[in-house]
């Protein structure tokens, strides 16, 4: 599975959204129906699956599903 | 000068039926709804009976994504609440949205929850939490998610009242709307407390029965053997509106809610006083304010909780309050079949209160072979009994020494 399949599923699953929904710019608050406690609960869930630790002041910048999988690849995730 | 305030829509999920009408078959037919546990592992466990939900699928009311946000009672409530609106072919409108209020209490709140977060917390350590715990965890968001859902944004609340808490949501719903507060309330009970937290404390306490080897002779309320009462979980709510609010869109009337009343024991923590006085005062509380006699009342759905010193207790407290008229009237313990559903109890058993009017059907008390010590009144024993009911009383007490009752009518004009 690919970086960006891995994270899609994780987006499905925690927003209850169809893969359709999720396009690279869609946005979590604005297009996939997420608050500010689904993004904490949806970061969490990547943290455990990448194995990393993400800042609270990282998480501003991952507002799109492509910024979420950016950030990933910034870390070192494949 | 009160407003009349009149019973229009019923909803309810419990251990014999994901409505009301399934509940309501299912107590006529003496059916128990008490079985093994089956969710957590009870072994090591004294008791590993109760009466769960059967085939509830919340995904019927909610998404995924909210199911997993939110404990079970929260669900229950959703559910029952849905079925109650539909019911009662109400949507809440603009116009009336400030009018239009929600009350609706839990004994225990999220309890699975808070076990499953201790366990993270423990394992996983203090950042691993998940950001919906506390709002799951809160007994009103009960109330809180059914306001937000149908858009109810007048008076709010959530009675902790223990095993009285439904009868409590009912009661202050009834008082918002009869003095003026609210012209609609969506009102109940409910707990989804079948945890092994509450299971191991009931156990300590010596309070539920432990007759696993046959969970639907278990609960057996006013019977000589009984040993306990057996837990149960569910919902049941009810939509309450003003008289003429009901009349005006042309709702179905069930039957009025005539009064409503609390008192307190003062006495042990978990105890009833001998005699029950403090049951006795609620019961003539109720029968003061809704302005009625005694022998007005053809059925009392009895607290009955199907342990040794409630049932003989409650007993003495009806004799007290009915004289020579509590061997006429008759009184059911539904619990018997339903087990004892805490929060619930009083939001389900205001049901089977309004269905006895409705339907001029008094359900049974199931398991009472050999009534105990001082169990000597009508109890309609093993099977359910067609009588015409002109009123009927719906008995809850709870820890802390709290006790509520209601009384429900015939509606005439």
């Known amino acids: 599975m690919t970086l960006e399949e891995k994270v899609i599923t994780i987006i499905m699953e925690q927003l209850d959204v169809t893969r359709e929904e999720c396009n690279l710019e869609a946005s979590f608050i604005d297009d996939l129906g997420a608050d500010s406690l689904d993004l904490v609960e949806l970061i969490m869930e990547m943290e455990e699956n990448f194995g990393i630790e993400i800042a609270d002041n990282e998480l501003e910048k991952i507002r799109t599903i492509q910024n979420a999988i950016d950030f990933l690849r910034s870390k070192g995730i494949k | 000068m009160k407003r009349r305030v009149v019973v229009t829509g019923l909803g309810a999920i419990t251990p014999l039926g994901n409505s009301v009408q399934e509940t309501w078959a299912g107590v006529c037919a003496s059916r128990s709804g008490i079985g093994p546990i089956t969710k957590f592992n009870t072994a090591g466990f004294a008791t590993r009976i109760a009466g769960e ?95 937000i859902r149908f858009g109810a944004k007048g008076p709010i609340g959530c009675p902790v009242m223990a095993c009285a808490a439904g009868t409590n949501g009912i009661g202050d719903a009834f008082r918002a709307i009869a003095h003026g507060y609210a012209d609609v309330m969506i009102a109940g009970g409910v707990d989804a407390a079948i945890s092994p937290l509450c299971i191991a404390g009931f156990n300590a306490m010596r309070a539920i029965s432990v007759r696993n080897e046959h969970p639907e002779k278990a609960s057996r309320p ?46 042990h923590m978990a105890a009833p006083p001998p005699g029950h006085a403090g049951a006795a005062r609620c019961m003539k509380a109720a029968l003061g304010d809704a302005g009625m006699t005694p022998a007005e009342i053809d059925y009392i759905n009895a607290h009955g909780t199907s342990t040794p010193l409630n049932d003989e207790y409650e007993v003495q407290a009806i004799k007290t309050v009915f004289g020579e008229h509590a061997y006429r009237l008759a009184v059911s313990s539904t619990k018997s079949m339903t087990g004892h559903m805490l929060g619930a109890a009083g939001g389900v058993e205001a049901i089977f209160a309004v269905k006895a009017l ?9 398991n009472l072979d050999n009534p105990g010590d001082g169990c000597d009144l009508d109890f309609v024993p093993h099977q359910a009994r067609k009588r015409a009911v002109r009123a009927a009383m719906s008995n809850t007490f709870g820890f802390g020494g709290v006790n509520a009752v209601l009384i429900f009518k015939k509606f005439r004009d």
């Open chain 2, 222 to 267: 006013f019977d000589r053997q009984r040993d306990g009462f057996v837990i149960g979980e569910g919902c049941g709510i009810v939509i309450l509106e003003e008289l003429s609010f009901a009349r005006r869109r042309g709702a179905r009337v069930y039957g009025e809610v005539a009064g409503f009343g609390s008192t307190s024991d003062a006495f």
């Open chain 2, 358 to 366: 409705e339907d001029g059907i008094i359900p049974p008390t199931i």
């Open chain 2, 53 to 147: 939900l059967k085939n509830f699928d919340p995904l019927i009311f909610i998404n995924k994504k909210e199911a997993r946000r939110i404990d079970d009672f929260i669900i229950y409530a959703l559910a029952a609440a849905h079925m109650a609106m539909a019911d009662a072919a109400l949507s809440v409108e603009e116009a009336f949205a400030e009018r239009t209020g929600v009350m609706i209490g839990s004994a225990i709140g999220g309890l699975s929850t808070i076990h499953k977060c201790i366990e993270e917390v423990i394992q996983k350590g203090p950042n691993r939490i998940s950001p919906f715990t506390v709002p799951a965890i809160l007994a009103n968001l009960a109330a809180g998610h059914v306001s």
